[in-house]
């Protein structure tokens, strides 16, 4: 068996030219002074939208199964307000079923081109009937038929099966409006704690805590 190619720890001529962009992005220190976290994950949202060759709203999802064993995978953040950090799937799939059974979960935001992170936990449940029709209204009708296809998570004999499967719901659905189907909503996570984290020189990076309570966040700064 080959050995994996790790990379090496870079040079100093090559810390100094691949840390460049993110020193200037990372060395504001009035982030610390920041109450609202949702507020700043926001801000940095935006940012990695500018930068991020491809879905920078792309998240880890961490959930667990009835055997308490960690399950993770990747996500997309549809909405995030003051009320929580909302995405989308099929409530019959893993995730669905181990939501279902423990409602709680951990985001992971990891942003390549900033070298920045979020972590985000806290407890999770679905959203309105009404917000789960009208995202489910603004996606592609391909999309829409997909998830009415899915039998997402369970054994699937051949890739000839699931576009025969789609062939057949394509047809059903052909001239009428692509409802959304039962088994198929939104969660929304409401954060009981985030942490920022952004990569400084030499391993001494920035990391800010903010853990909820009755009156409020609480902030604190991490060491590295």
Known sequence: ????????????????????????????????????PVGLFVDWLTD?????????????LATVDANGLPDCRIVLLKDVDARG????????????????GQPVAALLFHWKSLRRQVRVRGRIGPVSAAEADAYFASRLRESRVGAWVSDQSRPLQD?????????????????????????????????????????????????????RDRQGWTRTRLWP
């Open 1 to 36: 068996m080959t050995a994996p190619v790790i990379p090496p720890s870079p040079t100093r001529e090559e810390f100094e030219a691949r840390y460049a962009a993110a020193l200037a992005a990372n060395g504001d220190e009035s982030i610390f002074d920041r109450d609202d």
């Open 48 to 60: 990695a939208r500018g930068s991020e060759p491809n879905d920078a709203n792309a998240m880890a």
């Open 85 to 100: 950090f909302t995405f989308y799937s099929n409530t019959e799939s893993a995730k669905g079923e181990q939501l279902a």
């Open 159 to 211: 890739r000839a099966t699931l576009e025969a499967a789609v062939a057949r719901e394509t047809a059903r659905f052909e001239g009428e409006d692509v409802p959304r189907p039962a088994h198929w909503t939104g969660w929304r996570l409401v954060p009981e704690s985030l942490e920022f984290w952004r990569d400084r020189p030499f391993r001494l990076h920035d990391r800010l805590s903010f853990e």
